[in-house]
């Protein structure tokens, strides 16, 4: 599978603990996001990446989660002090935007996901 | 900010029967409409999407419909098969949200033999 890849696809850890994901986007994406997945939910976004910059964090994004992409490949989302409420299916997805922001919108391609509980 | 209503939340339909899920936005600049389709423990797959500039689209078994002017869109499947048994989200993005997609809240379809 040459698609978008993620490690761990499943994470158990004890409340007050630090996890972090790893998301490997299609090669040569250049944008790059983070949604999050609760059951019977669709997915909510969460922030997206343009190369290494970060443009936008949702509000959903409290100061514990923290995210990066440091040279505009892969990406890391770590959440910080985890809290029960924090168990979710985290998605990436990346695309090629090919034209400047205010154009049409590409296709995300989505991972298969980290499933994370938080006991 | 953008928000995308789905209905209905199940559906069971006869094999071979068609499937009809709708959706509706508030953001009447959103102009591009995604549909993924997610498999029980699998990522969310892109099967068809609309943009504004057209009002339906079709590919094979699957077609969606787009009323700009009631802010609403339909996924259609005709003739449906077992495999078409997943959950299926719409979404929606303006070109001028950095490129955010927001999504429904999925139909669970199930597919009687």
């Known amino acids: 599978d040459t698609g978008v890849s993620q490690d761990p696809r499943h994470k158990i850890t004890k409340r007050g603990q630090n996890v972090t994901f790893r998301c490997d986007p299609i090669s040569e994406h250049n944008r790059l996001y983070w949604y999050r997945q609760t059951l019977g939910q669709g997915p909510e976004f969460l922030t997206y990446?343009?190369?290494?910059?970060?443009?936008?964090k949702s509000r959903l994004l409290s100061d514990r989660f923290s995210a990066e992409r440091p040279k505009g490949s892969f990406s890391t989302l770590e959440i910080q002090r985890t809290e029960q409420g924090d168990s979710a299916m985290y998605l990436c997805?990346?695309?090629?935007?090919?034209?400047?922001?205010?154009?049409?919108?590409?296709?995300?391609?989505f991972g298969p996901g980290t499933r994370l509980l938080v006991l | 900010g953008e928000n995308v209503e789905q209905h209905p939340s199940t559906l069971s339909v006869q094999e071979g029967d068609s499937a009809v899920i709708k959706c509706t936005y508030s953001?009447?600049?959103?102009?591009?409409f995604p549909w993924y389709k997610q498999e029980l423990g699998k990522r969310p797959q892109l099967i068809i999407d609309i943009r504004s500039n057209v009002g339906e689209k079709k590919d094979q078994r699957i077609a969606v419909t787009l009323n700009k002017t009631a802010k609403h869109f339909s996924l259609h499947i005709t003739e449906t098969q077992p495999e078409d048994s997943a959950v299926y989200f719409c979404?929606?993005?303006?070109?001028?949200?950095?490129?955010?997609?927001?999504f429904g809240s999925g139909t669970r379809l199930s597919i009687r033999p």
């Open positions: 979404a929606a993005s303006t070109s001028s949200s950095a490129s955010k997609i927001i």
């Open positions: 997805a990346s695309s090629l935007a090919r034209s400047a922001r205010g154009t049409p919108q590409e296709t995300q391609y």
């Open positions: 990446f343009q190369n290494e910059a970060q443009l936008e």
């Open positions: 953001d009447s600049a959103s102009n591009y």
